[in-house]
């Protein structure tokens, strides 16, 4: 297979912009989206940080609906507690399908448990996160994701499984879902990796035979999640269509940091397409301070290609000001266009 490259990286339909907290990433995921619009493609921008950055960047309220920013150009901001909500909520309405009315007490107090537990943000947010980008890559020529931290980004992207385990866990002491259970048992495929094959995928099997009306609903609706998760994973980890690239800054931590992520998502088989190095010290910074800082730079540029194993890298200047709005966005995008992004 040849290797991906940073090259005309506004030609893939999926793209993941991650790295450390603060280095870059929700400019360079709005500069990428600014870029491909330029080039005539219609991109949506998407950003999983319930702290509202993406509006931040562009200057412009965005919200949890699909906002229009200039032509070809869409923002997306995913709350993810709000959709933990929601999602808890359709599970609960489950449960209380398939519990005795005596239980339903008790549903209500396991779901608020499960609402703060850890795993339940990140699996609502996965949902979300899957669903746009299947249908944003109907729609759009490109959806670009501002990853939140990279740590969290991880654990989101080997959560199909562990998600799936948790959905049935929840069933598993109900005894009317012992049936439903065998049947999602049987359905879900041993490993995690793309290659294995989603008998799920089959449309014309019917894997609900013999269950009552409401069992069958509630089958439905949680195969239809998994059918989600799997098809999601096809998508993100296809190399033809996807690409995740990381965003440092030439210091230390960022590079410890995306050389961390780096092993990890290879172990996810996510194509790495390379790094943007972000906020390089322009060459003409002059005076004492910055000639010093720039000695520390440079002696972090020179670790970056083995930390990173030769990953393909491009360098962007820390420009004069903070960038903010479309103005100071589209620097950074001709800069993008420069480098042949
Ligand atoms: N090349 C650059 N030159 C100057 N300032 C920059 C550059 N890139 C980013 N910045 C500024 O650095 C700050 C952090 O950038 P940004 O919000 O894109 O980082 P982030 O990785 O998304 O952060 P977080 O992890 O908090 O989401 C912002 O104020 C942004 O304007
Ligand atoms: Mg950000």
Partial sequence: MKPLTLRKLTNRKVLFVGGKGGVGKTTTAAALGMLAADRGMRCLVVSTDPAHSLGDAFDREIGDKVTGLTAGLWGLEIDPDAQAARHLDTVTEHMKQLAAPEMHREVERQMQMARMSPGAVEAALLEEVSRVMLEGSDEYDLVVFDTAPT??????????EAMAAWTDGLLAHNKRSEELGKVLKHLTPSGSR??????????DQDPFEGMDRRTRRIAETLLNRRRLFHRARRVMTNPDTTGFVFVLTPERLPILETHRAMHALQQFDIPLCGAIINRVLPADADGEFLRRRREQEARYLAQIPQALHGLETVQVPMLPEDIQGMRSLSLVAAELDRLGL
Avoid: C, M
């Fill in 151 to 160: 740590g969290h980004t991880l654990r989101l992207l080997t959560l199909p």
């Fill in 194 to 203: 793309s290659d294995v094959p989603t008998p799920f995928d089959e449309p």
